[in-house]
């Protein structure tokens, strides 16, 4: 991979095309070893309320992940509605100090985790015009994601399967359909399981992927990272690179003449 | 007086600032709060009053996908 490969977020250049959350994790250590070894410079956090009086002792997330080394990419999870979508992404802005890259998601429903797409296009006009640059979590329908697009968000991040599931990428053909319309980065976002699912998310040429689960999960959360990076730079290698046609029968990969039996 | 303090009811003493308020809590790392749904910027802690029945929220970054 050229060190000119890079992914250009909001007006940052990152070398790293795998975006990791923080979710998850069996503590904290196993949190800072996996995102470590995951190569990602992209980190989302949650915003929840500070529990007073309880576990001062314990380090704080943003004291493991800390804002110097790493983008903080505060998200909207756990939001049904625009409003508290805004809300929280006001918080974030305000708890770092001026950050103003947000990850939008308006959820519709608890049972899939699908976006309110509706809620989440008004969500992100309100950020917009509130000087906010926002990577938006949707759907894989082509037509939202050229209109998130359009009214400015700085990525588009449609989910590969339903957050969580692991069941990998179920409908590469609207995937490749949005990264070919698109003129913003587009990055799956949910439903990885492994590296083969990250591999060929990459291969259809996103621009990157966001996971979080499919790390924090694995039997070796830290492993799996590894594994993850891999995958993530063989398969933009592999876009990269062009792959062969498909064809129906074999092609011989030894020379046809010159045989002596 | 009487307040709402991320959710539950809490007892502060009167005539206390944002600042004084936090200066009781120890809190540790980053954190962001909220009066009535308006965010109080940092700066603005020390001339920030609490009223009673205010309604405050505190929140901090964790561990998120």
């Keep these: ?261 | 007086m009487e307040v709402t303090l991320n959710g539950d009811p809490c007892t502060i003493v009167n005539d206390l600032t944002i600042a004084k308020f936090l200066s009781t809590l120890d809190l540790e790392g980053k954190f962001a709060i909220e009066i009535n749904q308006h965010i109080i910027p940092r700066s603005e802690y020390p001339q920030t009053p609490i009223h009673p029945g205010d309604n405050i929220e505190i929140v901090q970054a964790i561990g998120g996908g």
């Design chain 1, 1 to 261: 991979m050229t060190s000119t490969d890079t992914i250009s977020i909001a007006g940052t250049d990152y070398s790293s095309r795998l975006l990791v959350g923080t979710g998850k994790y069996k503590d904290l250590d196993e949190t800072r070893s996996a995102i470590e070894t995951s190569g990602a410079q992209i980190v989302t956090v949650a915003i929840r309320r500070t529990n007073i009086g309880q576990n001062q002792d314990e380090p704080n997330l943003l004291e493991v992940i800390s804002p110097d080394k790493y983008t903080i990419l505060p998200n909207t999870a756990g939001c049904y509605d625009t409003e508290s979508a805004v809300r929280t992404c006001r918080l974030a802005r305000e708890l770092l100090d001026g950050h103003d890259l947000v990850k939008l998601e308006v959820l519709g429903d608890k049972k899939t985790l699908f976006p309110d797409v509706p809620q989440t296009l008004d969500a992100a006009q309100q950020l917009i015009d509130d000087n906010f640059k926002v990577m938006v979590y949707t759907s894989d329908d082509p037509i939202m994601a050229k209109r998130f697009e359009e009214m400015g968000c700085v990525a588009v991040m449609p989910l590969a399967a339903p957050i969580g599931s692991g069941l990998g990428i179920r409908n590469p053909y609207n995937i490749r359909t949005i990264v070919e319309n698109a003129n913003v980065p587009i990055l799956v976002d949910a439903g990885v399981g492994t590296a083969s699912d990250a591999a060929i998310a990459m291969e259809l040429g996103c621009d990157g992927v966001l996971m979080n689960t499919a790390i924090a999960e694995a039997k070796n959360p830290v492993l799996m990272a590894s594994a993850m990076k891999k995958a993530i730079e063989a398969g933009r290698e592999a876009y990269l690179a062009g792959r062969m046609p498909r064809r129906a029968y074999a092609s011989a990969s030894s020379p046809i003449g010159g045989h002596f039996f």
